[in-house]
């Protein structure tokens, strides 16, 4: 299936009764295209058909522990937390 950028409809709005429909099958969607939005369900689902998913990010924070290569985006569908910040010190 494909979604061409002239159509003015929303794509996931497009996508999403195949995603589901695909789901009992196992599918894997292709990360270069457009993903289902990103939920706890998505996450788990990521996690059940992609056995070294786990390995992936935990190589992925080794390589890239300030997230310099680590969008918002990704962020959310992949489920990886926000960096804990210092918050500033006040004088008192």
Same mark, same amino acid.
């Given at each position: 299936l494909f979604w061409f950028h002239l159509n003015a409809a929303d794509p996931h709005a497009f996508y999403?009764?195949?995603? @589901? /429909? /695909?789901k009992p099958f196992g599918f894997r969607p292709h990360w270069g295209k457009i993903l289902p939005p990103a939920s706890? @369900?998505? %996450?788990?689902?990521? %996690?059940?058909?992609?056995?070294?998913l786990e390995a992936? /990010? /935990?190589k992925r924070a080794e390589l890239d522990p300030r997230d310099v290569f680590l969008t918002d985006y990704w962020r959310s569908h992949l489920g990886v937390a926000a960096p804990v910040t210092? =918050?500033?010190?006040?004088? =008192?």
């Open positions: 999403a009764p195949f995603w @589901e /429909l /695909l706890d @369900e998505w %996450r788990a689902y990521y %996690r059940k058909q992609l056995p070294k992936f /990010l /935990l210092a =918050s500033p010190v006040t004088a =008192s």
